[in-house]
Structure formats: structure tokens, C-alpha cells
């Protein structure tokens, strides 16, 4: 069956690492998206990308950056870890919506989620 | 620009009864398309309904079914049989013509009770 995984699904690090957290997925979606959540926001969209070498700066991508070099992957990475990255981040797929065809879009899949604490 | 607003943070409801998740929307497209997804305590997001703007009738999946009020900017998830499973966090979420990214809402936690 496809599915969307993450890895690591918790992780501990210190502020001022780089850490990189990674999603990968197997629907062959060309759309993959990175969101946090944190208490009291929902979730909000750091970076997406529709496609191969595709990527776009979400609502909160300071301190981020994604690169797609193949359809299955968008790691997420964080430069310089502060500790307001602390939270829960799910990455999420979608299949490529129909351009031209306003009617109808495609709902996301999300993976399980991973949970970052910096310290 | 797009917002979703759930002005509900909490919600109680008594096993087998129905429950309504309000959720309103902004924005200037005019194709667009709303979801509802479900956060369990475990932390996995479940989708669970979809319902486009042009659609003409209510989404139904189900236990579930979206109250889309297209004038008011309003599509209200309304909860059937409500079980004790049905406890979670809950979502809404939209996205916009010539985009597939997703605006979320808030969420509202609910509880069902026996």
C-alpha cells in the first residue's frame, strides 16, 4: 500500500544544530508539503513543492529550507535550530490538482508527524 | 487572502447525539475547495470529507456530513451517532484557485461523553 512516512519521529537537539527531518512517499504525488503545528495556530505551512526542483516558501520559512531532487522526498531542514522550532511538524502529499479545472481539488495525506524539541 | 476561523476551541457532546463544527471562510476565489480532517490523541491527521464550491449538493461521507452554506462563507461539519471514538481534534481547512496548498483553521477539540 503507498503511504507517506517520517523520520525521525521524535527528535531532541540542541539550538544552533542543523537538523533535518525527512519525508518520504510512495503515491507518487508530485505535490508535498511541509507543515508545523503548535498549539493554538492549527497548522501552518512552512514549505511546499509541486514538483521536481520545485520549491516554495510557506507562511513561517524563516530558519527552514526543503529541496526536491526526486519525486518521493522533501527533507525539511533546519540551519540553525532555535528553540522556538520546538513542535510538531507532519509533512503531507497531494496529487497534482486539475489545472484548468476549477472544480475539483485533491486532499492532502499526511505522515505521522515528528515531534522536535530543541533545548 | 484565504482564512479559516473555528470559533469553537471546545465542544461536549453526549454519545449517540449529533454535533455541529462550526467553520467560516474568507476569500475572493472563486473556485475553492474545503476539508475536514480529524486529529485523534494519537496525532495522525485523518481526512474526512471534502466538498468543492461548485458542488451543488452537501458532501456526505458517512457519519459525516458538511453543512455548506455558500453565501454565509460556511461549511459546518455536522457529526451523526456521535461515538466515544469521535473524541478529537478536529479541522478545517481550504484551498484556493491556481494553488493546492492548504489553509487550516484552529481546530475544535471535542469530547464525547457516554
Known amino acids: 500500500d503507498a503511504e507517506i512516512t517520517q523520520s525521525p519521529r521524535h527528535k531532541i537537539t540542541e539550538t544552533g544544530r542543523q537538523v533535518t527531518l525527512a519525508c518520504h512517499q510512495t503515491w507518487n504525488h508530485n505535490n508535498m508539503f511541509w507543515y508545523r503545528q503548535d498549539l493554538g495556530h492549527g497548522l501552518r505551512l512552512i514549505h511546499y513543492?509541486?514538483?521536481?526542483?520545485?520549491?516554495n516558501k510557506g507562511e513561517v520559512s524563516d530558519g527552514y529550507s526543503v529541496s526536491r531532487s526526486n519525486t518521493e522526498d522533501l527533507p525539511l531542514t533546519l540551519e540553525s535550530a532555535a528553540s522556538s522550532q520546538t513542535s510538531v511538524y507532519f509533512c503531507?502529499?497531494?496529487?497534482?490538482?486539475?489545472?484548468?479545472?476549477?472544480?475539483?481539488?485533491?486532499?492532502?495525506?499526511f505522515g505521522p508527524g515528528t515531534r522536535l524539541t530543541v533545548l | 487572502a484565504q482564512k479559516i476561523t473555528q470559533t469553537q476551541p471546545g465542544m461536549f457532546v453526549q454519545e449517540k447525539e449529533a454535533v455541529t463544527l462550526d467553520c467560516t471562510y474568507d476569500t475572493s476565489d472563486p473556485s475553492y475547495g474545503l476539508f475536514w480532517y480529524k486529529q485523534p490523541s494519537s496525532g495522525e491527521m485523518i481526512f474526512l470529507i471534502y466538498q468543492g464550491s461548485y458542488d451543488q449538493q452537501n458532501a456526505t461521507e458517512g457519519r459525516y456530513s458538511l453543512n455548506f452554506q455558500k453565501a454565509r462563507k460556511s461549511a459546518n461539519l455536522v457529526i451523526s451517532a456521535s461515538q466515544l471514538g469521535d473524541s478529537a481534534m478536529y479541522f478545517c481547512a481550504m484551498v484556493g484557485e491556481d494553488t493546492d496548498k492548504l489553509i487550516f483553521g484552529t481546530g475544535t477539540r471535542l469530547q464525547v461523553f457516554p
Open positions: 513543492s509541486y514538483g521536481v526542483h520545485d520549491t
Open positions: 503531507a502529499s497531494s496529487d497534482l490538482g486539475l489545472a484548468g479545472v476549477k472544480s475539483s481539488y485533491n486532499e492532502q495525506f
